[in-house]
């Protein structure tokens, strides 16, 4: 929810019109003078960022390899990421625990499997079949097995099943010194399993059931659990697709669970799980199992529907509520999973690992987290806590003089006194104002917009949205608004917020707010009539809005409305054909810019009633700022895009910002900006002469 809040809000809540924000000092200046022939020169001041995302992480408790994922973008705009590519490929290493991480080469052998016993595991590609063990962090491939490799699976207790193209199976128990291959009539066996358990979607006719299991059904392993001598596997069932077999479609996706305790020369059907029949998708694209969890003697699945619980080494099973576990009952696996924990028996559930997490791994005593913008993090209280480099996505900016505000998603508001030079924390003034601990310490800023006179920040926390002012440009705040889902005014995010002229409008989700004494009280305008445009629904669309104390224009999938009397009545003035989410909106005079998705920039020189798509690219744009017909829009993949001739058309400059994603841009009236993103990014860019 939270990223799109931002996305929908992150570009017009920065503008400041001279109108309400510039200082004496500055209406004095020259104009600004910007050249679209000239790049950037730009300076990262804050933020220790990447454009990697780390999916997934291989560990062994002590050792962990971090697979990063570069962005990079393919024709149509979308932008996609890969690890299997060794152009896009950066790999990170620890040896405590992740306590501290190092850059790692990545092998060139092949994709990375498992991570045991201080050695990584790795398949070969088909010019070299295998499976090849390196020892950590700079030893030599060594080949362990032949063959060509379907897939790994690591057990909690470090044992490796290797299963083959062929459907054999091979296991060690040492580290990876050493593999076993199960008997040599296992997968016959497992195969007769299987068949049995297809033959039940032909119902009691003998007939249709054998028809059934002889249909070109397949299954393979999807997870391991090992206590020597046993080895418990989950088989995922993949049904034939053939319409001759089903009337209405083959049957949801099945996972068998079975067991041998001695070497695969016998085996035994411990379990059936079947995906929900019910689900929104197709069901039999939907796993019956999403994987399964271990610690010593304790093994559970991770169900759409239940969360089977056995404490006996899958002897005996208990099904218990998805993702609720006592305190005692807290596991962690060895691959990518996300844990869900609360204390039995509650019917809600809480996560515990960073929101912006896309891989976790590790044991029972550590855990450690990967994620977007090149973060890593490490728990060693089972989630409760997490260290860090960075976890702030700033997505909003507000400069005047050598005061500038950034905040965003993350902990803290950030301040500078020189210009964006050197930036810090913001630290409530009274440790016992409840209030000011709130507007500041809250781990979403959505909205950030003001003058020197009373500087606005919003956001949401837990179940509640708010609006907190400045009168000393960022040094105190007070709460100004507050909302609360579930009661008389049961906001659920704030959309945008616009200042201007001593009056303040806030677009929630469900209403239009409007002060015209700074904040100081508030009162609803009527919103746009949304519903004549689009089918009736209980909540407003994403909007963005534009305001200069008068005129207001709310703009939002391709669609515009504006009000020329601070949102008492409203006209709808324009549409853009293609539905185009929009991002960012601003005005000056009759010319009005809104920027979207697909670096889409639409541009109206009569007020909103035409518009016009004078640009479009790959990625989106967020941010979006103007200074005496200057315009700059930023975006994804570090997009800087200029304009000098009000709007008519633009240039991407060269911009040195790498692969950021660009959420919002600040231009002074010396001509610098100040351009905001993700993963902590803060950096001040002035044009080379």
């Known amino acids: 929810m939270w990223f799109k809040n931002i996305a929908s809000m992150s570009g017009i809540m920065l503008l400041c019109w001279s109108i309400a924000c510039t200082t004496d000092t500055e209406q004095a200046s020259p104009p600004v003078a910007l050249d679209v022939d000239r790049p950037l020169h730009v300076e990262q001041v804050f933020g220790n960022v990447s454009d990697v995302t780390f999916r997934p992480i291989h560990s062994d408790g002590a050792h962990a390899i971090a697979i990063g994922q570069r962005r990079f973008t393919i024709p149509g ?193 411990v379990r059936v799980e079947q995906a929900n029949p019910r689900a929104h998708l197709t069901p039999y694209l939907l796993p019956a199992v999403h994987g399964l969890l271990a610690h010593d003697t304790t093994v559970a699945l991770l169900t759409k529907t239940a969360a089977p619980l056995s404490r006996d080494k899958g002897e005996t099973w208990e099904d218990v509520g998805a993702g609720i576990w006592s305190e005692a009952d807290l596991i962690a696996g060895p691959h990518d999973f996300m844990t869900l924990s609360t204390a039995r028996g509650q019917g809600s559930t809480s996560t515990r690992y960073p929101a912006w997490s896309t891989a976790l791994a590790g044991n029972h005593e550590v855990w450690l987290a990967g994620g977007s913008r090149g973060r890593l993090a490490r728990s060693t209280d089972r989630g409760r806590t997490w260290s860090s480099p960075t976890a702030q996505d700033f997505s909003a900016v507000w400069r005047s003089g050598e005061v500038a505000i950034a905040a965003g998603l993350g902990p803290g508001l950030h301040r500078s006194k020189d210009g964006g030079k050197s930036w810090d924390i913001v630290v409530p003034r009274d440790p016992d104002d409840t209030q000011e601990q709130r507007c500041l310490k809250t781990p ?33 705040w007070e709460q100004v608004w507050f909302g609360e889902k579930g009661s008389a005014t049961p906001y659920h995010r704030i959309e945008s917020f616009q200042f201007a002229g001593g009056r303040a409008l806030l677009l929630t989700d469900r209403a239009l707010l409007r002060s015209d004494d700074r904040g100081d009280s508030w009162s609803p305008v009527p919103l746009p009539d949304f519903d004549a445009q689009k089918p009736p629904s209980p909540r407003m669309p994403a909007g963005v809005m534009a305001f200069d104390g008068t005129r207001v224009f709310i703009a939002t999938w391709s669609m515009i409305w504006r009000s020329d009397d601070a949102g008492e009545t409203w006209s709808h003035v324009a549409r853009e054909p293609r539905s185009t989410l929009l991002r ?75 692969h950021h994603l660009l959420r919002a841009v600040d231009l002074a009236r010396d001509g610098s900006l100040l351009l905001v993103g993700h993963g902590g990014y803060i950096g001040r860019a002035t044009q080379t002469q």
């Not at 001598?229 to 993949?238: A, H, N, S």
């Not at 601003?586 to 035409?610: H, K």
């Not at 200057?630 to 997009?639: M, P, Q, S």
């Open 584 to 658: 960012a909106a601003a005005f000056r005079g009759d010319t009005l810019i809104v920027v979207g998705n697909g670096q889409s920039i639409f541009r109206s020189t009569d007020g909103g009633a035409t518009l016009d798509r004078v640009h479009e690219g790959d990625e989106a744009l967020f941010g979006l700022t103007e200074r005496d017909g200057n315009w700059v829009a930023a975006g994804g993949l570090g997009r800087v895009l200029l304009s000098t001739d009000d709007g008519a058309s633009w240039t991407a400059l060269d911009s040195g910002t790498g």
């Open 444 to 476: 979403d800023h959505t909205v950030l917009g003001g003058d020197d006179s009373a500087l606005f920040i919003g956001g949401s926390f837990k179940d509640t949205t708010f609006l907190c002012r400045s009168l000393d440009r960022g040094e105190s």
């Open 77 to 269: 705009g979308a932008s996609w990421a890969s690890h299997t590519h060794p152009r896009y490929a950066e790999c990170w290493l620890t040896q405590d625990g992740g306590a501290s991480w190092s850059p790692w080469t990545c092998p060139e052998l092949g994709r990375f499997v498992v991570v045991a016993h201080g050695a990584a595991f790795i398949t070969a590609n088909a010019d070299d079949p295998g499976l090849y063990r390196q020892a950590l962090p700079d030893g030599s491939p060594e080949r362990v097995v032949s063959g060509e490799i379907h897939d790994v699976h690591k057990a909690s207790d470090g044992a490796i099943l290797v299963e083959l193209a062929d459907r054999t199976y091979h296991v060690s128990t040492d580290g990876g010194e050493r593999f076993s291959p199960l008997d040599e009539g296992s997968h016959a066996r497992l195969a007769e399993l299987v068949r049995a358990e297809v033959s039940k979607a032909g119902g009691d006719d003998p007939f249709e059931r054998e028809r059934h299991a002889n249909s070109d059904h397949e299954y393979r392993v999807q997870a391991i659990y090992h206590a020597d001598p046993q080895l418990l596997m989950v088989l995922r069932i993949r049904y034939s697709l053939d319409e001759d077999l089903y009337d209405y479609g083959p049957p949801p996706d099945r996972a068998v669970i079975v067991r041998t305790s001695d070497g695969g020369a016998s085996w035994e059907l």
